[in-house]
């Protein structure tokens, strides 16, 4: 006999809601502009931390200037910045340890 054919009726005659799929981290998609805005931001930082550089040894009166605060705020004494690299990690390995 023929296999049977499976008929799903739609709920108050919808169409289901398709929901995109999710992308892992490691299938991650960059669009051209993207990686052109990346390259951007890198060579420019790389121009301003050279700069920064050469003020401090001497070589230039002009350029950028580093904020320092003359006041340190007390509420931030006991400030830690976050690893963003680690921390991202760590979500990354939690997600699979869940998944298993």
Request: charged letters at 20%; hydrophobic letters at 30%.
């Amino acid at each position: 006999s023929p296999a049977q054919k499976l008929i799903f009726n739609r709920v108050n005659g919808k169409k289901p809601q398709v929901l995109p799929q999710q992308v892992s981290a490691t299938e991650e998609c960059y669009t051209l502009a993207h990686e052109e805005n990346v390259r951007f931001i890198y060579e420019a930082w790389q121009q301003v931390e050279q700069q920064l550089d050469g003020s401090r040894s001497g070589e230039s009166s002009c350029g950028p200037v580093q904020y320092v605060e003359k006041t340190p705020n007390p509420g931030l004494k006991n400030f830690v910045p976050i690893d963003l690299e680690e921390w991202w990690a760590q979500q990354f390995l939690a997600k699979i340890e869940n998944c298993s």
